[in-house]
């Protein structure tokens, strides 16, 4: 099976980067949109995904990779949701930052750009490539 392609969203506040650097592995927990669970609930173990962290920072920090496929989210009270787990990957040199993303006109069509609210979405292989390409340049 084919590697599909992620990019969550983050709150610093909620969760840093740092933090999960520093974890090497997380829970990815606290979803409540249905869309972002229905996402959640599509990854596989393998599939490649970026952090973003989002309000401040606005930036994707670095790569994660899904170590777990989904399962019911230990954090919610009550409704049907799920939470996957994920490992670290790698810290990207520079953050690719909203301003760049917004930008580079082959990221026109991102999810990130079309649905900015939503806190989990599938990128395309040649998106997620791009954003790490540009994350890795001086």
């Known amino acids: 099976m084919t590697n599909q392609y992620w ?3 983050t709150e610093p506040e909620a969760y840093a980067w740092e933090t999960f650097v520093r974890d090497g592995r997380t829970v990815w927990d606290g979803v409540r949109n249905y869309q972002a669970r229905n996402h959640l609930r599509t990854m596989r173990v393998g599939d490649q995904v970026l952090f973003y962290a989002s309000v401040t920072t606005k930036a994707v920090l670095g790569t994660a990779t899904v170590k777990r496929e989904h399962f019911p989210d230990p954090s919610a009270t009550e409704g049907d949701w799920s939470a996957v787990e994920l490992a670290l990957g790698t810290t990207l040199p520079h ?14 069509e991102l999810p990130l750009l079309r649905q900015s609210r939503l806190s989990v979405m ?15 340049r001086k």
């Open 7 to 9: 990019l969550v969203k």
């Open 95 to 108: 953050p690719v930052t909203l301003a760049a993303i917004k930008a580079e006109p082959r990221l026109a």
């Open 122 to 136: 599938p990128l395309s292989k040649a998106h997620f490539d791009l954003i790490v390409r540009l994350g890795r």
